[in-house]
């Protein structure tokens, strides 16, 4: 029943800027979190961001390779996250997923999530 939808991705080149959106639905109430993934082929999945969606909340966290280029932000309203990727560098490059965990979330050491969307491909040349 829960869903997510990312849309965004593209080429950019080094130093540009995207903006990654995720259209969430399946959720009765709004004590849950989203954040986003991103995976390069042979590497790890890799937390990047998250943020609370309880209306109460909206605490968020990022990945220390992130931090200070990426923004991630919510529009309850219209159940939608997004991801603005400033600086943007060729390492960022990756399949960037949506992800989605119920409960509250504390910070991206503990997100776990419990759904996915299908990705995105982000690529940034040099």
């Known amino acids: 029943q829960v869903q997510l939808v990312e849309s965004g991705g593209g080429l950019v080149q080094s130093g540009g800027s995207l903006r990654l959106s995720c259209e969430v639905s399946?959720?009765?109430?709004?004590?849950?979190?989203t954040g986003w993934f991103r995976q390069v082929p042979g590497k790890e999945r890799e937390g990047v961001s998250c943020?609370?969606?309880?209306?109460?909340?909206?605490?968020?966290d990022y990945a220390d390779s992130v931090k200070g280029r990426f923004t991630i932000s919510r529009d309850n309203a219209k159940n939608t996250v997004y991801l603005e990727m400033n600086t943007l560098k060729v390492e960022d490059t990756a399949v960037y997923y949506c992800?989605?965990?119920?409960?509250?979330?504390?910070?991206?050491?503990?997100?776990?999530?419990?759904?996915w969307g299908q990705g995105t491909q982000v690529t940034v040349s040099s």
């Open positions: 399946g959720f009765s109430s709004d004590v849950y979190g």
């Open positions: 992800a989605a965990e119920e409960g509250f979330v504390y910070g991206l050491r503990y997100f776990r999530p419990d759904y």
């Open positions: 943020i609370s969606m309880s209306r109460d909340d909206g605490s968020t």
